[in-house]
């Protein structure tokens, strides 16, 4: 079992990181808060020894990804992102509206997507932690960005 320090510095650290990433892909806030909240139990109960800083955060993301997957495949419906839920992560309209756009493409370029550009990743090590090549993570970028695009133009042009 992980020292509690070490869990609510992990929590101060990444939580608000691992919380944006499951509501991109849960599209809904109670969903996104389970599934930080079943990471970090997760990582209480592990115990993983870690190399460094950035091994335990790419851990503890690819976690949070495979918790809302298992949930993805649980769910019956999928729901829509509230207004509420949309003014938390979106500053503006227009970023309202590309979010509503990115929760409407697949999950695999929906997260390579958000990694990138709302969490700063660089390429490599999005690689790392989806666990496939850079180039299929360039790829997955070119095509996200396409598809993006086209459901912003389509609904809100």
């Known amino acids: ?5 070490c869990v609510r510095e992990a929590v101060e650290e990444y939580g608000d990181m691992l919380y944006r990433i499951c509501l991109v892909m849960l599209r809904n806030t109670a969903d996104a808060e389970d599934a930080v909240q ?3 139990i997760r ?7 870690f190399q460094g800083e950035e091994h335990e955060k790419a851990w503890l993301i690819k976690v949070a990804s495979n918790v809302c997957k298992d ?3 649980q769910r019956d419906k999928v729901t829509e992102l509230d207004e509420a839920t949309m003014n938390t992560i979106a500053d503006s309209e227009d970023d ?7 929760m409407q493409i697949p999950e ?5 997507l958000t990694l990138h550009y709302i969490e700063g990743y660089k390429v490599d090590e999005i690689a790392q932690i989806i666990k496939k090549t850079s180039s299929a993570v360039k ?3 070119s095509k996200g960005r396409k598809l ?3 459901k912003y133009r389509k609904e809100y042009m």
Do not use: C, G
């Open 71 to 73: 949930m993805l495949r």
């Open 1 to 5: 079992m992980q020292n509690t320090d």
């Open 108 to 112: 695999k370029f929906r997260i390579v």
């Open 96 to 102: 309202t509206h590309i979010l509503e756009a990115l």
């Open 139 to 141: 790829m997955r970028l």
């Open 148 to 150: 993006l695009e086209d």
């Open 38 to 40: 079943d990471t970090f």
């Open 43 to 49: 990582f209480m109960q592990k115990a993983p020894v």
